[in-house]
């Protein structure tokens, strides 16, 4: 379908320029001889933009396909490995690791671009600089640039006419330049199926998206100087205003660029993380003009129906946002969000559902409050779920045991979600600020969910799981420690040894998951799978720091991360899975000593952040 397509464009190309070509064949012969080469050229060029286009399109999808064949691989080893251990105490079969995929993972998909930085931040003064991307994502980008850049330039007669030339690379970087826009807005989206698909991170197609920013701008850009540089060569620079003032073509195409290049300098790592919610909304309106602009430019164009397909691309990605926005929230009273203050500068979020949803570890959802922070929505970790959960935690208090089916149940009741946030600038403070002015600490507003998402990430298949959270970053991770424990009581998991680390500032700052962490210390079974150490960096005395048991330990200072994952890893049970949420430095220290064990044990990394 699409090489037909593409070859009926072709010969509506090369039967317009014939056509031109015998409408000025009556002139004289050397003026028509003339005329019928440029036509001939124009409409090779023209042809070329498509098939070059075409490429790129084509391109990403084969690196789609062959994603989707490593996932469907990967996914049914796991599944397969589940199933055999399922009966299987020791897994000695799935504990070693196999070398050359152990060597991809230590030298391509785990490993920084350099050498141990990625998802620490780069930080000069008070700026912030973005991340170092790793080695995989770094080797894609890297693809995707020179294949824009060989295809911007390929074909071009670089040694004929330079008003030929000239004209070739406008129209080539051009339709380039939209046909990019394609996957731009794809990677931007929420909803963007591939996530699912991939088992990819939002924050990595976010990476990705504004590469192919970058390169829409700069192909714009060169679109631009390249009609600019031909109109002065023709008829000088005083030539260039009347052929701007004469051409709503030429307008409508500088201002989108320059709109082009706003988003770009509005867009970068200082501005974005100084004044996050001012360029959230400023994005959004220079995205919009830039497209009517555009769309004006592009009148009765083949690379309009390209800027076609991304606007509604982009406005079904809005719609089915807006759609699932007003089914969870709107009706049965709405959905409430009860705000309760906690010790360390931190609130429990408490939302009662209008419409309940499907609940799995790992989930997120974007919350909005209109009282707080108008129509802007925030990114949080979804910590706990259900409805039953205030009557089960009295028994466990009382020393009645909690069943796994008991928990179970309760997490697929989801008519309640519980997120903690800690107030830092922005919204999160306007939100403590709230919470903080109620007399007893507790207050109740309405609010709207967007969501859920993620959830992809699953640890059934694993023997050993070690958990690490660094602060409110144990939001993300208790979903997985419940899972498994039920799991495990249930014998529906491979796991046989969970083991949660968590680093906290405060022993205070354990109130913040206190009713759930007593939830899952009361279920059944549980003292057989899993270990939790807590590491407490600046505690007030050491009368703070004490052990409750032998399995829920607590030290001062930092964890050392490489000894910890070499001890487990020495007793290790099966394929280990290795999951970290933390600070930047944190999760670095974690891949790096993940790393380090590539083809001595079969382990596997497992991050989970947002960064912007």
């Not at 020791?90 to 998909?109: E, I, V």
């Not at 785990?110 to 912030?128: D, S």
Request: proline letters at 3%; glycine letters at 8%; hydrophobic letters at 45%.
């Amino acid at each position: 379908m699409g090489q037909s397509l593409v070859n009926t464009y072709a010969l509506v190309l090369v039967t317009l320029a014939s056509r031109t070509f015998c409408q000025e064949a009556s002139g004289s012969s050397s003026g028509g001889k003339h005329s019928h080469e440029s036509s001939a050229q124009k409409a090779a060029a023209a042809v070329d933009n498509v098939r070059f286009a075409r490429y790129i399109l084509s391109t990403l999808a084969a690196v789609v396909l062959g994603l989707t064949a490593y996932r469907v691989v990967i996914q049914s080893i796991r599944y397969i490995r589940t199933l055999t251990c399922l009966n299987n105490d020791t897994q000695k079969y799935f504990k070693m690791p196999n070398l050359a995929f152990g060597a991809l993972k230590q030298h391509l998909l785990y490993a920084p671009l350099l050498r141990r930085r990625h998802n620490r931040e780069i930080h000069i003064a008070w700026f912030h600089f973005g991340y170092i991307p790793t080695r995989f994502q770094s080797v894609f980008l890297a693809g995707v640039i020179i294949m824009n850049i060989t295809l911007s330039v390929w074909g071009i007669e670089w040694n004929g006419s330079r008003a030929a030339a000239l004209s070739h690379l406008r129209n080539r970087t051009g339709t380039l330049s939209v046909v990019n826009m394609i996957p731009l807005v794809i990677l931007a989206g929420r909803n963007n199926p591939l996530i699912s698909l991939l088992n990819i991170s939002f924050d990595s197609f976010n990476l990705v998206h504004r590469w192919f920013g970058r390169i829409v701008v700069l192909q714009a850009l060169a679109h631009t100087i390249a009609e600019v540089v031909n109109i002065v060569d023709k008829g000088g620079w005083k030539t260039l205003q009347t052929a701007f003032q004469n051409s709503q073509m030429l307008t409508t195409g500088l201002i989108a660029t320059i709109t082009f290049v706003a988003i770009t300098l509005q867009a970068s790592a200082v501005l974005r993380h100084a004044f996050y919610e001012t360029f959230l909304h400023l994005h959004i309106v220079l995205v919009i003009l830039s497209l009517v602009f555009l769309w004006k430019h592009l009148d009765n164009t083949h690379p309009q129906k390209y800027l076609l397909a991304m606007i509604v691309l982009w406005v079904l990605e809005r719609l089915t946002r807006f759609t699932s926005l007003v089914y969870r929230n709107v009706g049965r009273g709405g959905t409430k969000a009860e705000l309760e203050l906690l010790p360390g500068d931190a609130c429990r979020v408490t939302l009662k559902m209008a419409r309940p949803w499907t609940f799995q570890p790992g989930q997120y959802a974007f919350i909005t409050v209109p009282s707080v922070g108008l129509w802007t929505s925030h990114p949080f970790s979804v910590a706990w779920s259900g409805s039953g959960a205030d009557d089960k935690l009295q028994d466990s208090e009382k020393g009645y045991k909690i069943s796994a089916d008991d928990i179970l149940a309760d997490a697929n009741e989801k008519s309640s979600m519980s997120l903690i946030i800690r107030r830092r600038s922005g919204f999160t403070d306007k939100l403590f600020e709230k919470a903080e002015r109620s007399a007893t600490g507790i207050t109740t507003i309405s609010a709207y969910v967007e969501g859920p998402y993620g959830g992809h990430t699953v640890l059934h298949s694993y023997g050993t799981v070690m958990i690490f959270a660094g602060g409110v970053g144990i939001t993300h991770q208790v979903p997985f420690v419940r899972d498994l424990v039920a799991g495990y009581a249930n014998g529906t998991v491979a796991a046989r040894k969970v083991v949660l680390i968590w680093v906290i500032q405060s022993p205070e700052h354990l109130e913040w998951i206190r009713p759930w962490m007593t939830t899952i210390l009361a279920m059944d079974k549980r003292r057989d799978i899993l270990r939790i150490q807590l590491f407490v960096t600046r505690p007030r005395s050491t009368k703070e720091i004490h052990s409750p048991s032998a399995t829920v330990q607590m030290f001062p200072g930092k964890p050392n991360v490489d000894t910890l994952i070499e001890m487990e890893s020495e007793s290790q049970i099966g394929a280990m899975g290795v999951s970290v949420c933390g600070t930047g430095g944190f999760s670095d220290d974690v891949r790096a000593a993940v790393r380090r064990r590539q083809g001595v044990r079969n382990i596997d990394f497992l991050e989970q952040g947002f960064t912007w």
